[in-house]
């Protein structure tokens, strides 16, 4: 078998094409679309979701593959099958982890997806902070990173905020609103090439608070309800079903982990491996003084959200802390420690009800999700965790029914809250008897 014809995207088609970028976090995208624009690329975030995308995805990659790349692959094939793009002068955009995830060979399957579907033409380019694909067009150059970075930042912001916002606004719509409003506002500032320095993101901050605290509200005890998981499933709501709109229908109030927490977790752990297995000392003071510069900005952030009456988690720094004793910061496929730590942060602020989002088949997220749940109810007593695969052989309603059994517990909880008592060694076993004791 003759292997795939590489197309790459060369810098000439920064003029002549349009950029395809999959859906993951709907409004970081639309503030990193700006950027891109800033930077000379015509860019098309992806909406399309629905039957086709899955069946197209199933059509084209072997049935072995991750969900994420699947869905990802399928929704490209789904846009370019749909006529809207001259598919002459169409390109993709793929993201690249590095590390063990299977997510740094996506790319590799959809140049294999194209040819098979009749589009060997339509170059591919990779975004990545690894120096992966280093012939491409598409460069991850300093400028461009830090304004991704203040995207993020951003993005992160207008979601927490709306999220604690819209399950209890007077006017339906108000958060949303406010989101299209400061979406298209930091949009025109970046579009501009402002907007993304340290300064102006602390400054920037602060009124974003304001705006989304003087948005009308009436509080009521409501459930809160954390959600982590694989980065793909936990953000996407193509990969998860659309599982926040799913919890607000269920009168819950959603929190999602930002996405600069594993921006922070990437780097931190480069700079894990220097103290586990040595290396360039300047690598590791380097990671540091990066991470450093990125904790000024996130505890600016999160201060903006706590004075404006919101809640705050804590800073990266203190996150690294949580799950020591219960599993090594050594631990960091996929999600990593970093998923264990974020069920204990959401727990101690209040959102002990959590939905583990994973992709049916991704060992390391099962190991360092479901396999933690135990130990964090022997630690937390009050965590209610339900663990949720995704695949395209599961069914929405059987997630969704899981998801309610969940929240009844949530519900009578919030009702009739009681004292939870910690739980022996023998009751998370499952009732395994003592040490000595008769049979």
């Known amino acids: 078998m003759e292997p795939i014809k590489k197309v790459p995207f060369t810098k000439e088609m920064k003029k002549t094409h349009t950029i395809l970028i999959p859906t993951m976090l709907p409004i970081h995208f639309r503030i990193l679309g700006n950027v891109l624009e800033n930077y000379g690329y015509k860019v098309k975030v992806l909406d399309n979701c629905g039957p086709g995308v899955i069946e197209q995805g199933l059509k084209n990659v072997h049935n072995d593959t991750c969900y994420p790349a699947l869905l990802v692959i399928g929704q490209f094939l789904d846009a370019l099958n749909s006529g809207k793009y001259d598919l002459d002068h169409t390109a993709l955009l793929i993201t690249q982890t590095g590390g063990g995830c299977r997510a740094s060979n996506y790319i590799h399957l959809l140049r294999k997806a194209l040819v098979k579907a009749g589009y060997p033409q339509i170059p591919v380019a990779s975004l990545n902070f690894s120096g992966l694909e280093k012939d491409s067009g598409f460069q991850m150059t300093l400028p461009l990173a830090r304004r991704a970075l203040a995207c993020i930042f951003y993005g992160d912001m207008l979601c927490a905020l709306r999220n604690q916002v819209a399950p209890y606004e007077n006017e339906k719509g108000a958060a949303d609103k406010m989101v299209d409003l400061w979406v298209e506002r930091l949009g025109r500032v970046l579009l501009a090439g402002k907007g993304y320095t340290s300064k102006e993101m602390k400054h920037t901050f602060p009124l974003i608070a304001k705006d989304f605290a003087a948005i009308p509200v009436t509080r009521v005890p409501k459930v809160k309800v954390g959600v982590v998981g694989e980065i793909y499933v936990k953000y996407s709501p193509l990969g998860n079903n659309d599982l926040q ?137 009050s965590a209610n965790i339900t663990p949720i695969d995704y695949d395209p052989s599961a069914t929405k ?37 003592k040490v000595g004791a008769a049979v």
């Open 245 to 381: 709109k799913f919890l607000e229908s269920q009168d819950c109030e959603v929190n999602f982990p930002g996405l600069m927490g594993f921006v922070q977790y990437c780097a931190f752990n480069m700079g894990e491996d220097h103290v586990l297995y040595g290396g360039k000392l300047a690598v590791k003071i380097g990671i540091d003084q990066f991470l450093n510069w990125l904790d000024s900005i996130e505890r600016a952030m999160l201060k903006a959200e706590a004075d404006a009456g919101f809640y705050a988690p804590g800073p990266f720094k203190e996150l690294v802390e949580k799950p020591k004793g219960i599993i090594s910061l050594g631990a960091k496929m996929g999600e990593g420690w970093l998923l264990t730590a974020e069920m204990i942060e959401l727990v101690q602020g209040g959102y002990g009800n959590i939905v583990c989002a994973q992709p049916f088949g991704c060992l390391p997220n099962h190991i360092v999700g479901k396999g933690m749940v135990n130990k964090i109810r022997a630690l937390y007593p």
């Open 397 to 433: 309603v059987n997630q969704e029914n899981r998801i309610k059994l969940m929240l009844a517990v949530a519900k009578e909880r919030l009702n009739a809250p009681v004292e939870a008592k910690p739980l022996t060694a023998e009751e998370i076993a499952g009732g395994a008897p």
